[in-house]
């Protein structure tokens, strides 16, 4: 469980990241603490027995838990944060903006586009079949989300290529073009 440092508060509209291009971002603080193992259990950190992952965000608690191992690798850490800070923007995005999103990634869907921006999303959406979309199921809504982060993370930790950057180009442009006329400079909620 060592090294478990206390968590650390930050103010989102104070955010930025050493080599990265994190847009302006608002809202109530949030607090960022390591751990490792890091591991989790149906949606909680536990001692032993969970699932160890890399990073876990607590979105009513306003915290952000990440492995400890991240800190030696400045890259990662920027992308596996910039998809956590994500999913807090997720949750104040509104139903219009997130149905767009979700229309978009089901455009991709129904086209066999191949690949993700991370393998967060693209682990999910090996699992998907065409009724997911249809069917709005769990399933797709969770796939729906991680990409969100994950194209987050693609546009804004400053990483030119990594090795889970795997969506074929053609598809990151509309991605990034929805980045834009979503947010344009206006201070993404978290
Ligand atoms: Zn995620």
């Not at 690949?115 to 693209?122: C, D, H, P, T």
Request: charged share 30%.
């Amino acid at each position: 469980m060592r090294p478990r440092s206390r968590p650390r508060r930050f103010i989102p509209s104070r955010c930025s990241l050493d080599g990265g291009q994190l847009p302006a971002l608002t809202g109530a603080p949030l607090r960022l603490s390591y751990r490792t193992p890091l591991l989790v259990r149906r949606g909680a950190l536990v001692a032993r027995g969970g699932k160890e992952v890399h990073a876990a965000s607590f979105l009513r608690r306003r915290l952000i838990v990440l492995d400890s191992g991240l800190r030696r690798h400045p890259q990662e850490w920027r992308r596996i944060l910039v998809h956590e800070l994500f999913h807090f923007a997720w949750l104040r995005l509104g139903n219009p903006a997130r149905a767009s999103w979700r229309a978009l990634l089901a455009r991709e869907f129904a086209a066999r586009a191949r690949g993700e921006l991370g393998w967060s999303a693209e682990w999910r959406k090996a699992r998907l079949t065409p009724a997911d979309p249809a069917r709005s199921t769990p399933r797709w809504r969770d796939y729906v989300c991680e990409a969100f982060c994950d194209t987050a993370a693609w546009l804004y930790a400053g990483l030119a290529r990594h090795e889970e950057f795997t969506l074929s180009h053609c598809w990151r442009k509309p991605r990034r073009r929805w980045f834009i006329q979503q947010f344009g400079d206006r201070a993404i909620p978290l």
